[in-house]
């Protein structure tokens, strides 16, 4: 199975900051590499798809790159409705899977 | 706008079984995959199990042997069998899908999510 090793797993930062999070795949999965958003009580929220498209409706503070085995998920000029859980998940092949999150508090 | 609603959620002891239920509103879940995404207390996204619109299934290691994914196409409803419940099978339950089937199994559209409470 691959396993998707996500860091850093916290994070403090301020509004007006530049935050990024990393996504490394045990084994390659080309741009197969997506990202959410998931804030407490709700269903994740898609991001980015296939590593660097940004999906309908996400503001374009967000973006992504990568390919291979690693993933970078940019917020530039975090706002407070930022602040949250981020995910990354592999769809290259089943069983897919999940980073275990890194969650984005105000300093 | 699509629509995914999961039923079947509750209270069960350990080593008992639960069947939920994910009704698909909007679009055809013969034309798309369905996955079951859980999430423990507390705890990050775990992926589960997938049924693909040819029918072909897959499992996560942790409920293989235990869970079965199926669908109904009459009633547009896919179902996740769970047997053997274990305490650690405990969270909120998501059906899911990628509403424009890209191939790149992103998800797109999810469901509200239903909790599942294992315990004595």
């Known amino acids: 199975d691959i396993q998707m090793i996500q860091s850093p797993s916290s994070l403090s930062a301020s509004v007006g900051d530049r935050v990024t999070i990393t996504c490394r795949a045990s084994?390659?999965?080309?741009?197969?590499l997506h990202w959410y958003q998931q804030k407490p009580g709700k269903a994740p929220n898609l991001l980015i798809y296939t590593s660097s498209s940004l999906q309908s409706g996400v503001p374009s503070r967000f973006s992504g790159s990568g390919s291979g085995t690693n993933f970078t998920l940019t917020i530039t000029s975090l706002q407070r409705e930022d602040f949250a859980t981020y995910y990354c998940q592999q769809g290259f092949s089943p069983p897919w899977t999940f980073g275990h999150g890194t969650k984005v508090e105000v300093q | 706008e699509v629509q995914l609603a999961e039923t079947g959620g509750g209270l069960i002891q350990p080593g008992g079984s639960l069947r939920l239920s994910c009704a698909a509103s909007?679009?055809?879940?013969?034309?798309?995959?369905i996955t079951w995404v859980r999430q423990a207390p507390g705890k990050g996204l775990d992926w589960v199990s997938v049924i693909f619109s040819d029918g072909s299934t897959s499992y996560s290691d942790s409920v293989k042997g235990r869970f079965t994914i199926s669908r109904d196409t009459s009633e547009n409803t896919v179902y996740l069998q769970m047997n053997s419940l274990r305490v650690e099978d405990m969270g909120v339950y998501y059906c899911?899908?990628?509403?424009?089937?890209?191939?790149?199994?992103?998800?797109?559209?999810w469901g509200q999510g239903t909790l599942v409470t294992v315990s004595s």
């Open positions: 084994q390659y999965i080309s741009n197969y």
């Open positions: 899911a899908t990628d509403i424009g089937n890209s191939g790149y199994y992103y998800i797109d559209s």
């Open positions: 909007r679009f055809s879940v013969s034309n798309n995959y």
